[in-house]
């Protein structure tokens, strides 16, 4: 029976979701947790491969289970084994056909970025500390060119290809809007039908380079169109990075 779940995780601790022989990973602690609870080899697909040091609230994992497995038994008995790092925040039986990566239409993400002199200590794996002041303003304007449907080349990490295989990087973004709660946080907060490989971080590092003066706002459509990764800013941290959601 087919399984949609809803993982939280704090990925500090975790080199990315995918499973790595050798090292802890999400899919690693939830495969073997699962699999001791229904009795036999099971493996999660998920939503979206997040890496190293990314966190998730609304991270989304379908698999297979044998009849007669209570959702609620499982989701204890994991979450007892995984909690604090990994957590089960909602199950459900869904149709065979169900697929967490392939039957999505969207996914967000936010990234959290300090911007204050000092940095929180309690914040030091959530956050991407910026001492020099940030503007708010050029960056939003900056963030208002990445909507739409484009090819962001300039934003995703070059995928390892085989003789002759090709691989589009045209996504579709929703929105890419900044928020600023108070005046040290930033948030920036970006839905796409999906993205490419250290997508969202890229766009992040150029932002901030647009908020520091170092690129004009203006010149991300330009930017765009170059389809060029080292034309852009450098990649953000990983730990202000979260998944969080994933639409069906």
């Known amino acids: 029976m087919r399984v949609r779940a809803r993982v939280a995780y704090h990925g500090a601790d975790f080199h990315g979701f995918a499973e790595n022989p050798g090292v802890r990973s999400i899919a690693g602690d939830l495969n073997k947790a699962i699999s001791l609870v229904v009795g036999e080899p099971i493996s999660v697909t998920c939503a979206g491969r997040t890496d190293k040091g990314v966190h998730a609230i609304g991270q989304v994992v379908s698999f297979d289970v044998p009849e007669g497995i209570s959702l609620e038994r499982l989701a204890s008995s994991v979450n007892r084994q995984s909690s604090p790092s990994v957590l089960f925040t909602d199950l459900q039986f869904v149709d065979q056909d169900f697929d967490a990566r392939f039957s999505a239409t969207s996914r967000t993400y936010s990234y959290r970025i300090l911007n204050s002199p000092d940095l929180d200590p309690f914040l030091v794996d959530r956050v991407w500390h910026i001492p020099s002041q940030l503007d708010l303003s050029s960056m939003q304007k900056a963030s208002s060119h990445l909507i739409g449907e484009h090819d962001f080349s300039s934003f995703c990490k070059k995928p390892k290809l085989k003789s002759g295989e090709t691989v589009s990087l045209v996504r579709n973004v929703k929105y890419a809007t900044w928020s600023s709660p108070n005046e040290n946080d930033l948030f920036f907060e970006i839905s796409a039908s999906s993205f490419c490989h ?49 639409e069906y």
């Open 198 to 246: 250290q997508m969202v971080r890229s766009i992040v590092g150029t932002l901030v380079s647009v908020g520091l003066g170092k690129i004009s706002h203006d010149y991300l459509p330009k930017l765009i169109s170059l389809a060029d990764r080292q034309a852009a800013g450098e990649i953000a941290p990983p730990q202000g990075l979260i998944l969080l959601s994933v």
